[in-house]
Each structure stands twice: as structure tokens, then as C-alpha cells.
């Protein structure tokens, strides 16, 4: 299995508290991801990064920010959690530049409660 | 964009053949992936199409033909353990990044 870890693995919060979920990789994949699963709408992508400080948005990144200083480390912040924020969230790994059949790897996933 | 669907839910008998498709509507193809995700679970890997054809491993096969749009994931001999939902997941030439559809939930009863 890959080596991804995500922390923590739940989390209860209130309306208004900044949230940080962490994704950390012990394969030195160049990519990282974060998507957040909800019923009727499958894996939708948050933000997305390329290498280190490189990152860009996804479907779905209002309300979010990331930051990847180390190859290894790719935090997701809610600054202001919302109810709608309420989801599982799922750290993927990757390595190549998106040719050949390099598939992502996924992290156990992060289940958010924000009440 | 890209337009990808899936059926929501499939039951199936265990040790019967479960076929599970996937259209999708997108310009730039590059390769289509399924996954595999258990309650509760992370999605984990089954396979990958980029040429038309099917790509057999062990009792799961995934069939693709990109003129038609269209790829199916074939259990075959199915077992309890294979209740779960699969992803089908497309990519196209544009982006290294594949976008997913909503996922079929197939339920294997005995």
C-alpha cells in the first residue's frame, strides 16, 4: 500500500473555527491532491499540487486554501468552517505527468463534522 | 467539462457475472481508471484503459471504446466482499488529473 497518512481522522468542530487537515506521503510522489466525497456527487477535487509551493484549484475550492512547503506534507484549511464543509475528505498521491497509467493512491480519508 | 455517468446502484447473485458501465462526454481523451471503494474505505485501484479494447486481470476485466464514449468494469465469479462502490474516473489530454463520476454501488447478495 502506499504511504499516505492523514490526520486526524475525525473531526467535530463549530461554524466559524478555522479546521487543518494533514496529508502526508512517505513516497516522494511529485503530486498531491484533496478531494472531499459527499452522496450524489462522487469525488470532487478541492485544490491540487505539483511540487513544492506549486498548487492550484480544483472543482470546488472556494472556502479553502492549501500549502505544500514540504514534497512530503499537503495541509487543507478551512479558515472559516461552514456546515456545507461537512464532508469526508480524501488525500490522493500520484507520480508522473499524467501519461502512462499512473493512478492515484488514496489516504484513509478525514470524516469533518461542522456543526 | 465533462459529463460522466454511472449507474447509481446494481445488485447482483454471488457467483453470477456483474457488468458496470460508464459513458462519458469529453474532448482530449487520455485513459480511464476504475476504482474500487468499500464502505468506509479509501477508493483503491482496478484498472486502467487508454487503447480500445479489453484489459483482463484475474476476475475483473474493463472493456473501452473511445469512439463510443463508452467503458464497462465486468465482475465475474462474485463474491460477498465485492459489494462495494466503483469509480470510473476519465481523464483527458488537457490535464493529468482525472475527474470521477458519481460512483455505482453494486450489492452482492447471497
Known amino acids: 500500500d502506499a504511504g499516505i497518512t492523514q490526520s486526524p481522522r475525525h473531526k467535530v468542530t463549530e461554524t466559524g473555527t478555522p479546521v487543518t487537515l494533514r496529508c502526508h506521503q512517505t513516497?516522494?510522489?511529485?503530486?498531491m491532491y484533496w478531494y472531499r466525497q459527499d452522496p450524489g456527487h462522487g469525488l470532487r477535487l478541492i485544490h491540487y499540487?505539483?511540487?513544492?509551493?506549486?498548487?492550484d484549484k480544483g472543482e470546488v475550492s472556494d472556502g479553502y486554501s492549501v500549502s505544500r512547503s514540504k514534497t512530503e506534507d499537503f495541509l487543507l484549511t478551512l479558515e472559516s468552517a461552514t456546515s456545507s464543509q461537512t464532508s469526508v475528505y480524501f488525500c490522493?498521491?500520484?507520480?508522473?505527468?499524467?501519461?502512462?497509467?499512473?493512478?492515484?493512491?488514496f489516504g484513509d480519508g478525514t470524516r469533518l463534522s461542522i456543526l | 467539462g465533462q459529463n460522466i455517468d454511472q449507474p447509481t446502484e446494481m445488485t447482483a447473485t454471488e457467483g453470477a457475472i456483474v457488468q458496470i458501465n460508464c459513458t462519458y462526454q469529453t474532448s482530449g481523451f487520455n485513459g480511464l481508471f476504475w476504482y474500487q471503494q468499500h464502505a468506509g474505505e479509501a477508493p483503491t485501484f482496478l484498472s486502467y484503459n487508454v487503447l480500445d479494447g479489453l484489459e483482463e486481470k484475474g476476475r475483473f476485466s474493463s472493456f473501452l471504446s473511445r469512439s463510443k464514449g463508452y467503458s464497462y468494469l465486468l465482475l465475474k465469479e462474485l463474491q460477498m466482499k465485492d459489494s462495494a462502490s466503483y469509480l470510473c474516473?476519465?481523464?483527458?489530454?488537457?490535464?493529468?488529473?482525472?475527474?470521477f463520476g458519481r460512483g455505482t454501488s453494486l450489492i452482492v447478495h447471497p
Open positions: 474516473a476519465v481523464r483527458t489530454g488537457g490535464s493529468y488529473i482525472p475527474t
Open positions: 499540487s505539483y511540487g513544492v509551493k506549486d498548487t
Open positions: 490522493a498521491i500520484s507520480d508522473g505527468s499524467g501519461s502512462g497509467n499512473q493512478p492515484q493512491h
Open positions: 513516497e516522494n510522489h511529485r503530486y
